[in-house]
């Protein structure tokens, strides 16, 4: 069982810094993609940025060239730089991670931790 434990969220005002981290652990395993998603409340979750297993990025329009996405593949860890908050980027962050399970069976399996929150006030 693979399991991504979040940590970093908390309160800033905006124009503020966060750096959000994801760590992974298990065993058997190896990642393909990771992702961090945010839920804001009464708004449906949202891909934030992903990054490859061979490092390529995506970010959605909303926080591009603020926020970067990180991971070491040797720590197995995942990281969110977040840079010039504004209050719209208040809600839950949640890293996500997909890949195959070494098992009695070769599975895939795709993990999310359980979300940190992330508040910007005005």
């Known amino acids: 069982q693979v399991q991504l434990e979040e940590s970093g969220g908390g309160l800033v005002q905006t124009g503020g810094s966060l750096r959000l981290s994801c760590a992974v652990s298990?065993?058997?395993?190896?990642?393909?993609?990771m992702a961090w998603h945010r839920q804001a409340p009464g708004k449906q979750r949202e891909l934030v940025a992903q990054?490859?297993?061979?490092?390529?990025?995506k970010y959605a329009d909303s926080v591009k060239d603020r926020f970067t996405i990180s991971r070491d593949n040797d720590k197995n860890t995942l990281s969110l730089q977040m840079n010039s908050l504004k209050p719209e980027d208040t809600a839950v962050y949640y890293c996500?991670?997909?890949?195959?399970?070494?098992?009695?069976?070769?599975?895939?399996?795709?993990?999310w931790g359980q979300g940190t929150q992330v508040s910007v006030s005005s």
């Open positions: 996500e991670a997909d890949g195959w399970h070494y098992g009695m069976e070769v599975t895939a399996f795709r993990s």
């Open positions: 298990g065993s058997n395993y190896r990642i393909n993609d």
């Open positions: 990054v490859t297993m061979s490092g390529t990025t």
